[in-house]
């Protein structure tokens, strides 16, 4: 494993570095590494419900002009939320 360094605000290193000790992890890092994991599995469960969703939808249809406008209107609403 390759070391990654993270700045944490002294509320969330008191977070991290007790909850490793309730949880009994042996390092505070290992339960960092356990959050990354659970994030990227959800992430991947993510990813697979919605491929199952498309394909559950039904038949493709070809994409209008209202499509193409609609996901940009989503994709606007989303990032506004990011930025």
Same mark, same amino acid.
């Given at each position: 494993?390759?070391?990654?360094?993270?700045?944490? *605000?002294?509320?969330?290193?008191e977070?991290?570095?007790?909850r490793?000790?309730l949880?009994?992890?042996t390092? *505070?890092?290992?339960?960092?590494?356990?959050?990354?994991?659970?994030?990227?599995?959800?992430?991947?469960?993510?990813?697979?419900?919605?491929?199952q969703?498309?394909i559950?939808?039904?038949?493709?249809?070809?994409?209008?002009?209202?499509?193409?406008?609609?996901?940009?209107?989503?994709?606007?609403y989303?990032?506004?939320?990011k930025?």
């Amino acid at each position: 494993m390759e070391p990654l360094q993270v700045a944490l *605000s002294a509320e969330l290193r008191e977070f991290v570095e007790s909850r490793a000790v309730l949880d009994e992890w042996t390092t *505070s890092a290992e339960f960092v590494r356990h959050l990354i994991e659970c994030s990227r599995r959800r992430w991947i469960q993510d990813i697979s419900n919605m491929a199952q969703e498309s394909i559950d939808s039904g038949p493709m249809t070809e994409w209008t002009k209202s499509d193409a406008e609609e996901i940009r209107r989503r994709v606007r609403y989303l990032m506004a939320g990011k930025v």
